[in-house]
């Protein structure tokens, strides 16, 4: 369907089409219960009265038949014109924010620059243009589905193939009918974009979306692009889908193992590994719990944004702490060695305190609407432990694509023209930020990036990591083992030697006035201290992520 046609369509006829229908329900539920009526008179019986009685029953008969088709029908025809409002309002959204930025929308969906003296500059409308690219052909799609629901509708009340579910009155067997009648939710194209991703999410209708959510869960869940609190939906409503396949695996293996007369390796390695995901999914619960989301506050609580228990060896997920989609700053926290989906709910704890440091700093500086969602990122499977696998960028690279889709899918989500993104990596996982930055398929998604406890970044200043000047940052306790050399020279140099700029973890009173402490070992850099206060690594990564860098400790 082309976007001259989705233009004209026309609404009033389909509310026109749904009133007549429901009007000719209402006769023939009235013309039924008059027949109903003349076969309860009163001594009316004999041959003829008999044989009355089955031409009412006949008729009768036909009559639900035709409630159900018609109920089919009035409710393809119901749902066909919220989805077509839906989609003629999106389509003059696009055709808005073309035309105030000087381009043209084609007929089968193509957005070039227009034709003017004032035209735009290409290389500033580019990025919008493909955007709008990728809105306007998912416009198109929807629409064809929509086309092809309703035909399906029609052709199957026309062939008599509506069930009336047993009904035995008309107002029975049209709700029945109205089952058979809905549209289906359209299904994610393959290997899309995350803007693409967005685009079709944007063009389905909020019946359509509900369909997905609860229907389909698992085509949205971990789709970057798709808005955050429609992927935690979608995720939540896996868990108990995963728990289920994966105690029919468990228990499957349990009896190869037990049926066994050879010992088998291969069956104990994997119940381990069904059995550690098991646990995944009941830590990943326990996460949520204790981060509820507030219903009248969405900076508050958890988002899963993303659960895979099927792609690799270990569980992956990814927790939000606020709300992604319109936060004006967001943190993407990407961990390192050993760390598992248990280990994310002391991330989870780390994030709260992070977004409110970083909220704080934002109110002293007169930006108090600015919200904040802070993001623990296990979307790939760190080394298990100090050794061959931590000692070699593999797993890093393997897991780079996804950090880097996952970056571009918040930015395709967010409500928000340009949201401040700031990547944190810690450990071997600043080696797998490193390489996502380095990676990306857009320049400029991501603004900032610190660096912690950090083996190598295969970069000695910004350009190397695709960031602007004065943009990425290095700390490093003075007594982090996680020490340059030993064979980690595979990742680059020694990033406190490079041009990264480097932030004090030492302690100091920072200019809000706080004492704050140091930061020893690997792993204290984002942990409160004893007195609840963030330590100067962590208020570092704050100020950063709010956009104030210059009142960072150097």
């Known amino acids: 369907m082309l976007l001259p046609d989705i233009r004209w369509w026309n609404e009033l006829a389909l509310e026109q089409l749904e009133t007549s229908l429901s009007r000719r329900i209402t006769t023939i539920d009235d013309v039924n219960k008059q027949l109903a009526d003349i076969r309860n008179i009163p001594g009316w019986s004999g041959d003829a009265a008999d044989a009355a009685q089955r031409r009412f029953a006949d008729t009768s008969n036909q009559l639900t038949d035709e409630a159900a088709a018609l109920g089919a029908v009035r409710a393809m025809t119901a749902q066909a014109r919220a989805a077509v409002a839906h989609l003629k309002a999106t389509l003059a959204d696009i055709d808005r924010r073309a035309a105030e930025n000087g381009l043209e929308v ?70 029945a009918g109205e089952t058979q009648g809905a549209l289906t939710a359209l299904a994610p194209p393959e290997n899309a974009t995350p803007e693409q991703n967005n685009a079709y999410w944007n063009a389905l209708g909020d019946q359509q979306r509900r369909e997905v959510i609860e229907q389909h869960p698992e085509w949205i869940g971990n789709r970057d692009g798709i808005p955050s609190m429609a992927r935690h939906e979608a995720n939540v409503n896996r868990i108990d889908d995963e728990r289920a396949r994966l105690i029919l695996e468990r228990d499957r293996l349990q009896r190869e193992i037990d ?103 934002l109110d002293e500086a007169g930006r108090s609407d600015e919200p904040v969602a802070a993001i623990a990122w296990l979307g790939y499977e760190p080394p298990p432990e100090i050794g061959p696998d931590a000692a070699n960028a593999a797993l890093a690279e393997k897991g780079a694509p996804k ?59 910004e350009a190397d990591l695709g960031l602007a000047p004065g943009r990425a940052y290095v700390m490093r306790a003075h007594d982090d083992p996680i020490v340059f050399g030993d064979g980690f020279g595979v990742f680059g140099p020694d990033p406190v030697t490079t041009n990264l700029e480097q932030l004090s973890v030492l302690g100091a009173t920072t200019p809000d006035g706080v004492s704050r402490e140091d930061s020893n070992g690997h792993s204290e850099y984002p942990r409160p201290s004893a007195n609840g206060e963030l330590r100067t690594a962590a208020y570092n990564m704050a100020v950063v992520i709010a956009g104030l860098p210059h009142l960072a400790v150097r």
């Open 106 to 175: 084609w007929d089968a969906g193509h957005v070039t620059i227009a034709d003017k003296p004032d035209a735009p500059d290409s290389a500033t409308v580019e990025p919008l243009r493909l955007e709008l690219i990728d809105a306007a052909r998912a416009v198109m799609r929807q629409a064809d589905d929509i086309i092809a629901d309703a035909a399906a509708v029609l052709n199957k009340a026309a062939d008599g193939k509506i069930d009336d579910g047993g009904a035995t009155d008309t107002a029975a067997a049209a709700t």
């Open 259 to 361: 049926e066994s007369t050879v010992e088998n390796p291969n069956y104990e390695t994997d119940l381990a590994q069904v059995q550690a995901k098991l646990k995944d999914l009941d830590a990943l619960e326990a996460t949520l719990q204790k981060h509820p989301l507030d219903p009248d506050d969405p900076n508050v609580g958890a988002r899963l944004l993303l659960l895979d228990m099927q792609s690799g060896d270990k569980g992956m997920a990814a927790i939000a702490i606020g709300d992604p989609d319109n936060a004006a700053h967001i943190s993407v926290t990407t961990p390192g060695v050993s760390t598992t989906i248990p280990s994310l709910d002391g991330m989870a704890g780390e994030a709260v305190a992070l977004q409110q440091e970083t909220v704080k700093q």
């Open 403 to 461: 950090l880097a889709g996952f970056f571009a899918g918040l930015d395709a989500a967010s409500n928000r023209e340009d949201p401040h993104i700031t990547a944190l990596g810690h450990s071997y996982g600043s080696v797998t930020t490193a390489l996502a930055l380095q990676h990306a398929s857009e320049a400029g998604v991501v603004d900032d990036a610190v660096f912690y406890g950090s083996p190598g970044v295969f970069a000695d200043d």
